[in-house]
């Protein structure tokens, strides 16, 4: 029986078989393809700033998905490696090297690699609280001393450079948005296949099991110190590509790419994405990228609900997103995923509309508090009403209250249908 | 030397406060193995109910009424939503504080915005208690420092001397035999946290008008105050008390002398060089000590936890 169970997840893990390649090059094809499907200049920086996202979020899943380490200072490595590139790409400029523009990531991995060597040596003895609370600490201080060390980090508006410095790589200037696009998609496969690829080596694979019992993985003769140390330079390694990519993107750094809020922001996108699967941070970069140029858009209150979102994910899906899809795997292999699809819709959508009527009575309460003097219309999901009346505050709360009510009266039926489609015996009706 | 007494009052004051927050986080710490991120927050949290309490019915009920509430929002907390998520384990448990750290200054910013808060000291303490030299001290920093002084003299009583404070210690090693001589550590739990995060609240509901009250006030004193209980030694009273008076002096110290290091390094031998702006290392130059002082807290931690990882005052190793 075990045996039995053991033998398919050895041969996925051994070989590379053309199944297993399926996803990448299905990814790459639509990668290549976007900029077709989505022209406008908008669109393609949005992109841009998602696989970037995309990659310091995998290299932060390899420290705490992979290696159990919760880091809040993993900002610091992209940041120092953008910062270097960005000197790179001025020294570059003034004294006419020969380095094409799209080999400058590989100086920001390096440097990344570097401060990586040097924290890590001391970081990674431990993981847990220690490790969580030297990162915080390491974090704050290469953060506090970029205000400082103005002639590097250039103080608090930043240092910027020029992209289109020296001559054109294969005729390719990157003057625009879409040959910066590509460059980053490039950058963006290779190093999610790198990652992967660490993920199945004897290392990475060690790294799981030092997460999971550092005791045991030393008793049976490996260093649990070490393949931290490993999994701990590599993350730094690919963060700094990451930061790389983010010099020749926005030309510029400054304080905000480094300290702790935006070490913090990555921990919010992996965790919101799942921490158990590889493609996990992938889902949490694009969901949180679109959360905020699609949310921020339309309020102002993004955060409060990305926020109540992240508490949320914690609290009731540990798994994240994609633990949430993963979880119907097993059903759709029984072949019973059909069971859920009525459950799932009369509790969802009255779920979806409880969560719109919150958020009304939420804007409205805002707008109350903080519209200037006198101002008393608000427009809200496509009406414009008077924020001062009562019936559109009796409609939310009303809209509000009943569609959780009947949210909550279907869910014995949502979860008597999953047990349904998850269990084994035959079906009784 | 009036000018070091001076210092000494005001470092005093900011290392009282601190270990108001690190006492209890330390407790939390000690007691269930998480750190409390969250922990700052509740202190911005007694500042702002103290704020709008003052608004209606003064300062002192605003002392009185903000940490209670503090408190049971804590134990709250404990109960329904950290007791959760402690069956993931502690990176869970590290990232849900987290989480709250992050919503509790997105809702103080939904209701009450951005700005500061015109929250001020009671005209009761608005005067000078004594002069040192013409620098006058005033008397709420002497309010504030016997409020911490009272605190911490209770909560010692309290944990030593007391059959509450022998169970709490007792359910700090050993919950398991505790709960078999029957005992309610869960609710020992739920206690304990509501107790620290309300001395939490005490601590913002004194330092807000002095801080100021707006919504990055935690933030900016909440690393520092996991700075102080790692320094001091996680889960160690004493350990949180040395480490906040030693914060507290550092960064008043390094903020008040104006040393430059082009003197230091001038004194050593080296020699100024001619154009510092060509010099890679002209920041060296004009660095002053007030400037690094902040991060000198940062420093001391690293140091620490590299040289001796169980803190000052720590019997464990974190």
């Known amino acids: ?429 | 030397m009036d000018l070091i007494l001076v210092n000494l009052i005001d470092g005093l004051v900011t290392g009282l406060l601190l270990f108001m927050l690190s006492a209890g986080l330390t407790l939390i710490f000690s007691m269930m193995g998480v750190l409390n991120f969250a922990h700052a927050s509740f202190y911005m949290l007694g500042a702002y109910f103290a704020f709008q309490i003052s608004l209606f019915f003064g300062f002192w009920m605003g002392l009185l009424i903000a940490p209670l509430i503090v408190g049971v929002l804590g134990a709250g907390v404990e109960r329904y939503g950290l007791r959760r998520v402690h069956q993931y384990g502690h990176v869970p448990e590290l990232i849900f504080t987290f989480g709250l750290a992050l919503l509790i200054e997105e809702l103080v910013q939904f209701l009450w915005g951005k700005n500061q808060m015109p929250y001020d000291i009671p005209e009761v303490l608005q005067f000078t208690a004594f002069a040192i030299a013409g620098n006058s001290i005033p008397a709420y920093k002497i309010f504030m420092i016997f409020v911490s002084v009272g605190i911490f003299i209770a909560l010692l009583y309290i944990l030593t001397r007391t059959r509450v404070g022998m169970i709490i210690q007792a359910a700090l090693s050993y919950p398991r035999t505790v709960e078999a001589l029957g005992h309610n550590v869960p609710l020992v739990f739920m206690g304990v946290f509501g107790v620290g995060t309300a001395l939490a609240g005490v601590a913002g509901v004194i330092a807000g008008p002095v801080l100021g009250t707006f919504p990055g006030m935690a933030f900016l004193l909440g690393s520092i105050v996991f700075v102080t209980i790692v320094i001091g030694g996680l889960g160690s009273l004493w350990g949180a008390l040395v480490a906040s008076l030693l914060i507290g002096w550092i960064t008043t110290f390094a903020a008040a002398y104006n040393i430059a290091f082009a003197d230091i390094l001038m004194a050593i031998g080296f020699t100024m060089p001619e154009d510092l702006d060509d010099s890679a290392l002209r920041d060296l130059w004009t660095l002053t000590l007030p400037q690094i002082g902040p991060i000198l807290p940062y420093l001391l931690m690293v140091l620490i936890l590299v040289l001796r990882p169980q803190g000052l005052f720590g019997k464990r190793d974190a």
């Not at chain 1, 393609?44 to 290299?59: C, G, P, Y």
């Not at chain 1, 590097?152 to 450079?161: D, L, P, Q, R, Y």
């Not at chain 1, 060690?206 to 330079?233: H, I, Q, T």
């Not at chain 1, 819709?345 to 003097?373: Q, S, V, Y």
Request: charged share 10%; proline share 4%.
């Open chain 1, 1 to 429: 029986m075990t045996e039995q169970a053991t033998t398919p997840t050895n041969l996925r893990a051994g070989r590379i078989s053309t199944l297993s390649a399926a996803p990448w090059v299905i990814a790459t094809l639509f990668l290549l393809a976007m900029p077709f499907i989505f022209q406008s200049n908008s669109a393609i920086t949005i992109m841009n700033q998602m696989a970037i996202t995309i990659i310091f979020a995998l290299s932060y899943n390899m420290l705490l998905g992979q290696g159990g380490m919760l880091s809040f200072g993993h900002a610091v490595y992209m940041g120092v490696g953008g910062f270097f590139c960005v000197h790179i790409m001025n020294m570059v400029e003034d004294m006419s090297l020969p380095l094409p523009l799209p080999l400058l990531p590989i100086f920001g991995g390096l440097f990344g690699l570097g401060l990586a060597t040097i924290v890590g040596s001391f970081s990674t003895r431990k993981a847990g609280t220690v490790f969580a609370m030297i990162s915080l600490g390491v974090g704050e201080l290469i953060a506090a001393c970029s205000i400082i060390i103005v002639a590097f980090f250039g103080g608090e508006e930043g240092v910027s450079g020029d992209r289109t410095y020296g001559l054109p790589f294969f005729g390719v200037e990157f003057l625009q948005q879409i040959e910066v696009y590509y460059l980053i998609v490039f950058w963006l496969i290779v190093s999610a296949l790198l990652m992967y690829l660490f993920s199945r080596t004897p290392v990475g694979r060690m790294a799981n099991a030092v997460r999971d019992n550092p005791e045991r993985a030393e008793f049976l003769g490996y260093s649990a110190r070490w393949v931290r140390f490993y999994s701990f330079c590599a993350s730094g390694f690919f963060a700094g590509i990451a930061g790389g990519l983010f010099a020749i993107n926005y030309e510029i750094l400054t304080e905000e790419n480094l300290n702790l809020t935006q070490s913090g922001a990555i921990l919010l996108i992996t965790f919101l994405g799942g921490i158990g699967f590889f493609f996990g941070p992938i889902i949490g970069a694009i969901v949180f990228t679109l959360l905020q140029t699609v949310l921020s858009l339309q309020t102002e209150l993004w955060q409060l609900y990305v926020g109540a979102l992240f508490v949320a994910t914690v609290m009731y899906f540990p798994g994240g997103l994609a633990g949430v899809l993963m979880m119907h795997v097993p059903a759709f292999r029984l072949g019973r995923a059909g069971h859920l699809v009525v459950p799932y819709i009369i509790t969802l959508i009255p779920a979806i509309i409880g969560i719109f009527g919150l958020c009304a009575l939420i804007e409205m309460i805002f707008h109350l508090r903080h519209a200037p003097l006198g101002e008393s219309e608000m427009t809200l999901f496509w009406t414009t009403f008077d924020s001062h009346a009562v019936v559109p505050w009796l409609m939310a709360l009303v809209i509000t209250v009943v569609a959780f009510a009947i949210m909550r009266r279907n869910m014995p039926t949502l979860r008597a249908a999953w047990h349904r489609a998850n269990s084994l015996e035959e079906e009784s009706a």
